[in-house]
T-cell receptor, first 110, second 114 residues
C-alpha cells in the first residue's frame, strides 16, 4: 500500500542550528512528494514539492530532494529561526489520493 | 490568492447535538476533502468529494456524513456528536487536472464535544 513515515518529534533546536526531518515513503506508481507546514493555530500550507526522481524542492531556505533509490524526501534547512517553529508534514500523492505522515513538531529556541 | 474558508475556528457542542462544519473554496476546485487531526495520528481522511453531489468515504467515515450541493461548498455533519469526535477538523480542496496536485487547506475548526 501507500504510506509516509516521518521521524517522530518533538524536535527542539537552538536558533541557527541545522535541521533535518526524515521522511520515507512507500508508493505504487510515480508519486509526487510534498512538505506541508502548519503554524500554531493555522491550517496546513504547502512548503515545497517535487514531482519526479532527483528533483529538489526549495522554499524559504528549506530543501528536500526526491530520492527514488532510498524512497526518501528528507527536509533540511541550514539555519533555523524562531519563526520556523511549527509542525511539518511529509506527504505524497499517487492516483488521486494524498497520504500524509503523522507530522513532526519543531520548536526553535532563541 | 487561493482561499479555503472554514466557517468557525472554535466550536463547543454537547453530546448528542447535530453539528455542521462548513467549508467554502473560491478556486472552482472539483475535489474537496474533510480530515480530522489528532495528536500522534496526523491527518485522517473522513470523506471526500470529486464533484457536486458526489461523495466518497475516506478512512474514518463512521459517525459522519457530508453534503456537496454546490461546487464551492462542502459540509461535514456530525449527526449525533460524541466526545470522541473532539478534534481539529481540516477542510481542503484540489483541482482535478492541471492544478499541479497542490492541496489547499482551510485554517481548521477546533471542535470540543462535552
Amino acid at each position: 500500500g501507500n504510506s509516509v513515515t516521518q521521524m517522530e518529534g518533538p524536535v527542539t533546536l537552538s536558533e541557527e542550528a541545522f535541521l533535518t526531518i526524515n521522511c520515507t515513503y512507500t508508493a505504487t506508481g510515480y508519486p509526487s512528494l510534498f512538505w506541508y507546514v502548519q503554524y500554531p493555530g493555522e491550517g496546513l500550507q504547502l512548503l515545497l514539492k517535487a514531482t519526479k526522481a532527483d528533483d529538489k524542492g526549495s522554499n524559504k531556505g528549506f530543501e528536500a530532494t526526491y530520492r527514488k533509490e532510498t524512497t526518501s524526501f528528507h527536509l533540511e534547512k541550514g539555519s533555523v529561526q524562531v519563526s520556523d517553529s511549527a509542525v511539518y508534514f511529509c506527504a505524497l500523492i499517487t492516483g488521486n489520493q494524498f497520504y500524509f505522515g503523522t507530522g513532526t513538531s519543531l520548536t526553535v529556541i532563541p | 490568492d487561493v482561499k479555503v474558508t472554514q466557517s468557525s475556528r472554535y466550536l463547543v457542542k454537547r453530546t448528542g447535538e447535530k453539528v455542521f462544519l462548513e467549508c467554502v473554496q473560491d478556486m472552482d476546485h472539483e475535489n474537496m476533502f474533510w480530515y480530522r487531526q489528532d495528536p500522534g495520528l496526523g491527518l485522517r481522511l473522513i470523506y471526500f468529494s470529486y464533484d457536486v453531489k458526489m461523495k466518497e468515504k475516506g478512512d474514518i467515515p463512521e459517525g459522519y456524513s457530508v453534503s456537496r450541493e454546490k461546487k464551492e461548498r462542502f459540509s461535514l455533519i456530525l449527526e449525533s456528536a460524541s466526545t470522541n469526535q473532539t478534534s481539529m477538523y481540516l477542510c481542503a480542496s484540489r483541482r482535478s487536472l492541471g492544478g499541479k496536485n497542490i492541496q489547499y487547506f482551510g485554517a481548521g475548526t477546533r471542535l470540543s464535544v462535552l
